[in-house]
């Protein structure tokens, strides 16, 4: 199956924004779950905020509610994470994962629910 492709990531200082994208080519995926991980380096990867039922529902890590937000553009196959006051601490390896399902499982914090997978996109957040 084809993987899901980030982009979007890059260096800024603290206080910056970011907005990342995912998309699948020649494939509508963004219908079913899609969230958005990450990964630090020496730490487990966390989820940071999903999309399930069309649009209709998303998820949020209490770390970055009110400065990240995710949406999806189901006409061009790709959903977006846009991140706002960027901290140090949002330094991470950053992945975007495609659900099995329509709605998200377990708030779609979990990778294990989450089987189509991007290389990932680096962020780096400098203070």
């Known amino acids: 199956q084809a993987r899901l492709v980030e982009s979007g990531g890059g260096s800024v200082q603290a206080g910056g924004s970011l907005r990342l994208s995912c998309e699948v080519p020649?494939?509508?995926?963004?219908?079913?779950?899609m969230a958005w991980f990450r990964q630090a380096p020496g730490k487990e990867r966390e989820g940071v905020a999903a999309?399930?039922?069309?649009?209709?529902?998303?998820y949020y890590a209490d770390s970055v509610k009110g400065r990240f937000t995710i949406s999806q553009d189901n006409a061009q196959d790709v959903v977006y994470l846009q991140m706002n006051s960027l901290k140090p601490e949002d330094t991470a390896l950053y992945y975007c994962?495609?659900?099995?399902?329509?709605?998200?499982?377990?708030?779609?914090?979990?990778?294990?629910?989450?089987?189509?997978w991007g290389r990932g996109t680096q962020v780096t957040v400098s203070s």
């Open positions: 020649g494939h509508t995926y963004s219908i079913n779950c």
């Open positions: 994962a495609r659900g099995e399902t329509y709605s998200c499982k377990n708030d779609g914090t979990s990778p294990a629910d989450f089987r189509i």
């Open positions: 999309i399930g039922t069309g649009g209709r529902s998303t």
